[in-house]
Every structure is written in structure tokens, then in C-alpha cells.
């Protein structure tokens, strides 16, 4: 999940067709008071952050005039709330607001759908009535085979609280947030406030924006965000080679062909007395490159970590053949003498001559699981005496 800043997620609701104010954002001052001579002089400055309640917090304020944008952006910019420092601003028109309503969609996953929340009464204040008037909050699940029909959108205003034509222009505002939903493949679109200009239009003042990252692949806007910054070196190599690496504190370095073997190679491991020293799945029909790749990785972790004393290679052959994951295996001990002893096992196709190929480069192979891991663990823990 990847959530999203303000001026972010605003931007991708503009793209859907929903309208936001506008704004831009600012890492300084001197930007600060450039946008709202751009916007014309009324502004609110907003600090960009991934908490909210920055309403209450003061850190959404308004500026009369650019030179006002300019100190109030200087304040803004030293602030920080809830352990967060503001790094940018965004600077928006000043919307002359007749109301502030409530609007969301999330994933509720017990329900298995999306649901609607909505209010007509948004703004700093929703936790409260949500919490002292419950019924002010209209509810609706979703089938997402029929999608959000018109009457259910204009059901959910009226229960929300609205009639006339403000019911039918806040329904018209959630079948917009309900396909933006969808094909931003959101989690989450909050839009609180979500504001009634004194001239009758519908704008989303605020947004907040979790997207799903495992739809990365069709988003160009979630395209290399992932969150790279929370990775190791060795992982974010990992995910350059196309591997599943994942970064532990033990004593065994670990590799495996199949998400499923390489998690029971991690509870075997603890089962004898060692631990971890990463997690590292090749995938089910690995390469020789792919394998050679992968045991560079672990030995890499073996080098690197001074933890590791042993590494434990467990092969299921059935997609990959031997020639693949044991030569892989090959070639990366003859690029690179392992720092520390290698305990194998190989089951499934052909599986002598994989093990064969294994002894031969000096690897220590082993019947079974059990036993591999076995030994894996004894030689990491094994005293240095
Ligand atoms: P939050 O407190 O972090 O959720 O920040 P919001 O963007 O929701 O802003 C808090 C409040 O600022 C809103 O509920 C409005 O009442 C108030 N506000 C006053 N003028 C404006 C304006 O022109 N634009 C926006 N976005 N908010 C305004
Ligand atoms: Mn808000």
C-alpha cells in the first residue's frame, strides 16, 4: 500500500476527472509567495504531509496576499507533526466555501467490496460526528460487478443528509470518486472536506490517496515508487535480478526454488537452533542465469554479514531441471569461493544428477530437508572453540 501526498493524490483525482483547486507546490518561501501571485494573491498554504489533522495542528492556513504566502510558508516549512518534518507546501486557491461535506471510498476487506461513506457535515470535526451521531454517516457497499448505480448514488446523499439538488450533485460527485476508484486502483480516496462553493460547484479541498502497489505494473504513476528507499542494498539487488530477497539477523544464509520451500526452510532453520540470515526465492522456474544470480546474492550476504557461518541451498526440481539451478549454482562458486560451507539438498527431476554436480564444486548434499538444514544450523552455531 503506498500512500499518497496531498498535491499527489490531487493530481491523479484531477486526471480522473474529478476537480481540485489550483495549487502548486512549494519547498521554500520565496516559491510560496511566486504560486499565489500566480493564483492571486488569496491562498491557503497546507503543509504536505503523510498524517492528517493538520487542520487542527495549524498547519493549513490562509494568506491574504503573496507577500503573507511567503512567512506563512517560511512558518509551515519549519513544523513538523507527529514525529513528521514539512519539506513542501502546497499553495491553493482560496475556495469560498458554502459547505463542507465528507466523501470515501476504501477496500473493506471483511465485506470483500468497496465502501462508500458519506456525510453532509465534512470537515476537521467528521471523527466527532461520526462518533456522537453515527446515523450522519450514510454507509454503502459496493458490487463491484454492477459498479455504483445512479440511485444508489442518490440514496447514499439523501441518507448522508442531503436533498434536491445538492443530493443529486453529491451523488454525481461519488459515481466520479467511485471510477476514479477503480481505475486508479485505489485502496483508499478520502475527500474530506469535500467543499460546496458559494457558486454551486463540488471540489475536493483535501485527498487523501492510498494506492494498491501490487497493480504497479498497470499504474505509470506507481511505477518506480515503490518504496525503494525501505530496502537494503542486497534486496533492492535482489529485485534488479528479478529475486525475492528479503534481509534477516541469523546465522544461515538461505536459498530455495518456491516461495512455500524456502518459508518452511526459515521455520527448520529455527526449529534446530539457528537463525535466518535471509529469506531468497528464486521462483519456481528458475534460470542458470537466474540461479547463478541468486547464490552470487546469498554469498554476497555471506561476505557482507559477518553473522552468516553457513548457507543452505534447497532445490525442487520439477520446472527447473538440474542443469539449470545446479549449474547456476556452478557458476557462481567458480566466479566467487563461498566464505562459508554450503549445505544442500535436491529432490524431484533427476535429482542425482543435480546433486552430483553439487559434490563436485565441494557442496556438502544431504538426503532430505531435515538433514540439510540440519547440518546448516550445527555448523552456525557451532562454536568458534
Ligand atoms: P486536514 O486537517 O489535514 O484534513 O487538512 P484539510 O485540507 O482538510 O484542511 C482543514 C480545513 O481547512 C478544512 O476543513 C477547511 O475548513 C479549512 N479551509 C479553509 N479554507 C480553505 C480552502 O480554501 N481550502 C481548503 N482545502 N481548506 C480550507
Ligand atoms: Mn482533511
Known sequence: MMRLYEFEGKLLLAQNGIP??????????EEASIAAAALGDAVVVKAQLLVGGRGKAGLVRPA???????SIAAQILDASLSGQKVQRVLVEERLQIAREMYASISVDRLAGSPL??????????????ARARPEAVARHHVDVLKGLRAHEALQVAKTAGLAGDDAVSFSRFLMQLYSAFCRMDAYLLEVNPLVATTDGRLVAADA??????????RQPFLQGRRDDAALTPLEREGREKKVSYVDLEGEVAIMGNGAGLVLSLLDLVRHYGARP?????????ASRTKAR?????????????????????????????????????????AA?????????????????VGEEMLRSVGIKVFPSIQEATR???LAATRSNA
Open 20 to 29: 481540485v483547486p489550483r495549487g502548486e507546490v512549494a519547498s521554500n518561501p
Open 293 to 333: 544470480d541468486a547464490l552470487t546474492l546469498v554469498m554476497k550476504k555471506a561476505e557482507q554479514d559477518p553473522r552468516v557461518r553457513s548457507i543452505l541451498l534447497a532445490f525442487s526440481l520439477s520446472i527447473s531441471l538440474p542443469e539449470d539451478a545446479a549449474g547456476g549454482v556452478l557458476d557462481a562458486v
Open 277 to 285: 540470515a535471509n529469506f531468497l526465492d528464486t521462483g519456481g522456474g
Open 208 to 217: 487523501k490517496v492510498i494506492l494498491d502497489d501490487d497493480a504497479a505494473f
Open 336 to 352: 566467487r569461493p563461498p566464505r562459508v560451507p554450503i549445505f544442500a539438498v535436491v529432490h524431484g527431476t533427476r535429482a542425482e
Open 375 to 377: 547440518a546448516a544450523a
Open 116 to 129: 462508500i461513506l458519506a456525510c453532509a457535515e465534512g470537515g476537521v470535526e467528521i471523527e466527532e460526528v
Open 64 to 70: 491574504a496576499t503573496r507577500a503573507e504566502a511567503g
